[in-house]
């Protein structure tokens, strides 16, 4: 669906139009809170259930059977697509990789995508959702930030501070720009290919960003995110979603990017994301995945706090800040969910 009047409430929402109720979706929704989740998971390993498209699909639709949520995210990994770009990665449960990049040489020996070659079990597990879903649900298409996907890839796996990753942005300023554009080339076609698929939205997960300062975020990424997203724009009417978590000192100067929707973390209030974005864009965000482990009066509170931030945005999607925690209790998803819908209806530009 696009920009007409058939679009969906969550499409509605990203590019600032009025809905009858916010919409909200949960970061991380498919996986191991969900006990229909852990018991599939005990049949097939992360990896094969990503690669299947029946399975993924059905796992992409477990939240949706469960709960009201107004879009779907396809069950898959930012790290998925490395592959066939020529980097191998394993699960445990975090990605990890046997063979780090660490030089000059391996950073430009990594591939660009062809989505269709390299992942087209992605594309038919987006097409088959996308024909058992509701019309009325959207379904979010994703891929990983190209410097959330250049730490891993120099890193290896997770770190507290990716520092292997960030001196290599120093000492191999030439290889790591090459890298940065390959991988950004790649996620931009990326999306496209889902929004293709399928897919009404498409979003990509800026995990560490936050971890530059706004100078090396200026020089190495800016340029690569702009031109991926011009990329998408130019060739997909779906709107793009962009989630740079723990950037709240970036988001000045992120203003130019030509996002619909900027995904906020739960660290800064919206009003004060909004107010650094330059305004007049739709924001997403921004419940701490931690309210949903107080009382259920308090995790409405909490929510009502988010809807209030949100009352003077174009337009605002809810969803957590960050993704939701494994040991989250279902039953307080959908007390979040039901409450989200009975509530909004009387926010400020909604009508
Ligand atoms: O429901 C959804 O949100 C869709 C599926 C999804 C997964 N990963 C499934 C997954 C999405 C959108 C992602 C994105 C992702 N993956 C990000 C960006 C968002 C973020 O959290 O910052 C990152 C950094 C990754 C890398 C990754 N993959 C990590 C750090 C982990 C371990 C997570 C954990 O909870 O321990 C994974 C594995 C992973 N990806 C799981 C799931 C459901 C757990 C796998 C399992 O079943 O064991």
Redesign the pocket.
């Known amino acids: 669906m696009n920009g007409s009047d058939n679009a969906t409430v969550f499409e509605r929402a990203a590019r600032g139009r009025p809905v009858p109720h916010t919409p909200i979706w949960i ?6 809170y969900l006990p229909e989740y852990r018991q599939l ?1 005990r049949t097939v390993d ?1 990896l094969t259930a990503t690669r299947i498209p029946e399975i993924a699909a059905r796992i992409t639709l477990q939240p949706m059977q469960r709960f009201d949520m107004d879009a779907a ?7 998925t697509p490395l592959d066939p770009m020529g980097v191998e990665v394993e ?1 445990a ?3 990890v990789l046997p063979e780090p990049v660490r030089t000059s040489e391996a950073a430009r020996a990594v591939r660009e995508l062809v989505p269709e070659e390299g992942v087209p079990f992605v594309l038919e597990a987006i097409r088959a959702v996308r024909s058992e879903l509701r019309p009325e649900s959207a379904l979010i298409g ?1 891929a ?1 930030a190209p410097f ?1 996907l250049f730490c891993y890839l120099i890193e290896g796996g ?1 770190s507290k501070d990716f520092m292997t990753a960030r001196s290599f942005l120093r000492r191999e300023p030439e290889a790591s720009r090459a890298l940065l554009d390959t991988l950004g080339r790649s996620m931009a076609r990326y999306l496209v290919a889902q929004a293709e698929a399928g897919a009404n939205a498409v979003m990509l ?1 800026d ?1 560490w960003i936050g971890m530059l300062g706004p100078d090396s975020y200026r020089r190495f990424i800016h340029p690569v995110l702009t031109r991926a997203f011009k990329t998408v724009r130019g060739a997909t009417d779906c709107p793009i979603i962009y989630f740079p ?1 723990r950037g709240g000192p970036l988001l000045r100067s992120m203003r130019g990017l030509d996002v619909d929707v900027t995904a906020i973390d739960w660290t800064l209030p919206l009003s004060r994301a909004d107010a650094l974005l330059g305004g007049g864009r739709s924001l997403q965000g921004n419940l701490d995945p931690a309210e949903l482990f107080g009382p259920p009066d308090a995790l409405r509170a909490a929510a009502d706090a988010v809807l209030a931030e949100a009352a003077g945005l174009a337009g605002h999607i809810f969803s957590l800040g ?2 939701i925690d ?1 040991r989250t209790d279902p039953d307080q998803v959908a007390r979040l969910v039901d409450h989200v819908h009975e509530r909004s209806p009387a926010g400020a530009g909604q009508t």
């Open positions: 970061m991380r929704q498919a996986g191991r998971r992360f995210i396809l069950f898959s990994d930012i790290m699960f449960p975090g990605p994703f990983g959330t997770g997960f995990s978590n960050h993704g494994r």
